[in-house]
Each structure stands twice: as C-alpha cells, then as structure tokens.
C-alpha cells in the first residue's frame, strides 16, 4: 500500500515539475528547426523564416522536398532559401510527412499590426489576381496548391512574390506549382500595388 502511494506521489511530482510546453507533442525532428521557425512554428520577422504553424501539410511536404531535391532554394541568388536547402537535405521522407502533418495542426500564429497601405486597392487587386488560388479568406486551397498568406508576414510574402518574378523560385522544370505561381507574378502592375495587396491579406489576418 505504502509502495503504491510512493508510486503515486512520485508520479505526481513528475507531472506538477514538467515544464508546461505548448510544443510537446513535437516530433523530435522539430527541435533544430524551431530556432529560427520558432517553438510555436510562429516563424521570425528577422531571421526572414516564415510561419509554418496551420500551413497545409501537403504544401509543407511539398517544399521540404523541393528544397532537398534542389528544386527551390539553388538558385544562386536565394541565400534564404539556400539554408533550407542545407536543412532539408538531412529529412527523410519519413521525417517530412511527420512535421508536415504535425505543423499544419498548429493553431495558426497571432496576427501582428498590419501594415499601413491603400487597403481598397489591395482589396481590388488581392480579388482580381490572387483570390481565385489563395481563397477569398487568404486561407489557401489545398485543391489549388494554393498556400495559406493570411499567416505569413508582410516581408515574407513580398520577398517570395519577388523571387517568382525575377525567376529565383518557380523555374525549375520539376516545380510545377511553383511556376503557376511564377506566371501570376506578373499581375501586380507595381511594387506599391504589392505592398497594398499585402497590407489586405494583414488586415484579413487581423480581422479573424
Ligand atoms: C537557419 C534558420 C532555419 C532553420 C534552422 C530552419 N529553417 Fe525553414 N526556413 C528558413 C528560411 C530563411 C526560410 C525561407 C526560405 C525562402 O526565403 O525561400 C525557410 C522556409 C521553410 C519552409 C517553406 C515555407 C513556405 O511557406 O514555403 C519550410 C516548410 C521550412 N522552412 C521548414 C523547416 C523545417 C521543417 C526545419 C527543421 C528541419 C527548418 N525549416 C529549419 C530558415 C530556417
Ligand atoms: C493560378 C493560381 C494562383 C494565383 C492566381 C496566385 N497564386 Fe500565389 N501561389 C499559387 C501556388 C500553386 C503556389 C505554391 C507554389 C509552390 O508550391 O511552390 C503559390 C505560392 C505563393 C506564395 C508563396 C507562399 C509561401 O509560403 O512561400 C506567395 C507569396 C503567393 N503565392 C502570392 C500570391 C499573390 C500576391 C497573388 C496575387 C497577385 C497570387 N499569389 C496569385 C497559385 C496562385
């Protein structure tokens, strides 16, 4: 009897000085990425890494693949996508399914101020040009291959909507999403209506 509450008690103490973690269901394989991706997979403003929490796994999978294949992130011009690259290689195809699956059940990140922006013109272009893929909520279409935006930030969108249109992502001949996406990067007439565009999908994420 005594034997059985000293089991329990001690049981007890375990549980009451185990840290609290918001991520300990993460697969083991999640720890190294988390210091740029963030614990909560929130992404970093500053080390340029996006959000990856509530991303569609299918697209994760996707990328995480491409970067160990060599379909994104060699292009010589892609210094952020070339880090990727050099982490991805070392994910089997076991690996990968498992931190798609286990990113894409995270709850999305908590929206920051949305930029300052001509939001009516954002509006105008972001339904004309981006909304038929990406979803009139900016919340992707997994049946498209349409990533969510509504959980990147501003900088990261900008910087991939760039690469699209100056041939750094979406030019291999095996990303075959990646150059639907590189043909719609032309649609946005300026740099400005980009930015407004951007500010939009903020102000959606602010808005939920
Ligand atoms: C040294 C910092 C760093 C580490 C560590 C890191 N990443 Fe990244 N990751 C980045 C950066 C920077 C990008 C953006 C690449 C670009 O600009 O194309 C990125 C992009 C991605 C993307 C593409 C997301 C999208 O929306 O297209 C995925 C998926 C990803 N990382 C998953 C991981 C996983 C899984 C790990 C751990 C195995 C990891 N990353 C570790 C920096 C990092
Ligand atoms: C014809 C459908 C389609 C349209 C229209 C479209 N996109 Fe995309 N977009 C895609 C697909 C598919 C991908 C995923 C490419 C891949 O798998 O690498 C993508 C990827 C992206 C990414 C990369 C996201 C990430 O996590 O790295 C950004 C940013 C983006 N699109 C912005 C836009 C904007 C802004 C517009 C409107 C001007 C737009 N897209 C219009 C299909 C579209």
Known sequence: MSKMLT???????????????????????????????????????????????????????????HFKAGVRGADPQDTQGAQMKALAAALSDEDIVLLADYLAALPPPVA??????????????????????????????PGLNAPALVTLDAAYIKAQY??????????????????????MSGSLPSEKDLDDVIAYIQSLAAAQ
């Open 7 to 65: 089991l329990i008690s001690s049981a007890l103490l375990v549980f009451v000085l185990t840290p609290f973690s918001a991520n300990a269901d993460a697969p083991s394989s999640y720890q190294p990425c988390a210091a740029c991706h963030g614990e909560a997979a929130q992404g970093s403003t500053e080390l340029k890494a996006p959000a990856l929490a509530a991303q569609d796994a299918a697209y994760l999978a996707r990328q995480l693949q």
């Open 112 to 141: 920051t101020a949305p930029q300052t922006g001509d939001l009516k013109n954002g509006n105008n272009y972001y339904h004309a040009s981006c909304g038929a893929c990406h979803g009139g909520q900016a919340q992707g279409n």
């Open 162 to 183: 760039q690469n699209f249109q100056q041939g750094v992502r979406g030019e291999h001949p095996d990303d075959k999403y990646g150059r639907q996406m590189k043909m």
